[in-house]
């Protein structure tokens, strides 16, 4: 079956430094979502890429789709403390008439103020 | 809007007892999950409920039985609980299907001894 690995599994930054998570699938994706999650909370819905090789922005967020549609990353520039939780990638897969979605492990941010 | 509840929010279970996990949404999804997620692990579909009327399986459906009471309200049967089900159980809808932005409930943290 689909398969969506994740990387790094921990991150610990310095408040200011960047952070980049990474996402790769093992079939081709027809689109990709990020959810986040802060610590004791819930998944947060932050993007759907669906293009290939699409780049979305938000603030200090970027995502990025790659050109076969079988990976994507998250960076954060210039991390704050709110950043905290763990970032998460879910991996959308059709075929037959019937939708698939995988997530990932999830990114786990520290940042150290 | 309230979005998505979830009840209760936290339950202790004994091996072999039986609970439902209650879930509903006022935001007129017509599609609604039910995920487990255990540390290290993610989120795993255990079910779906497409539209008002269908239920299907997800990834780890063993154990567990669903119903789709009306289109507000999803809910989630453990018949006789076992230590392996302890875990993090999320509800999520979606407008209409996976490939739609999904809102997750607040979880509900189950254990069982």
Redesign the interface.
Known sequence: GQQVM?IP?YQHVQEGEDFTTYCNSSTTL??I?WYKQRPG?????LI?LVKSGEVKKQKRLTFQFGEAKKNSSLHITATQTTDVGTY?C?G?S?GAGS????????TKLSVIP | NAGVTQTPKFQVLKTGQSMTLQCAQDMNHNSMYWYRQDP??????IYYSASEGTTDKG?VPNGYNVSRLNKREFSLRLESAAPSQTSVY?C?SSEA???E???????TRLLVL
């Open positions: 994740q599994q027809s689109n979502q909370g819930h998944p947060v819905f759907q998460f879910a959308m059709s939708y698939q979605l995988t997530f990932g492990k999830g | 290290g692990m993610g989120l795993r579909l990834e999320f999520a299907g996976l490939q932005t999904q809102y997750f409930g607040p979880g």
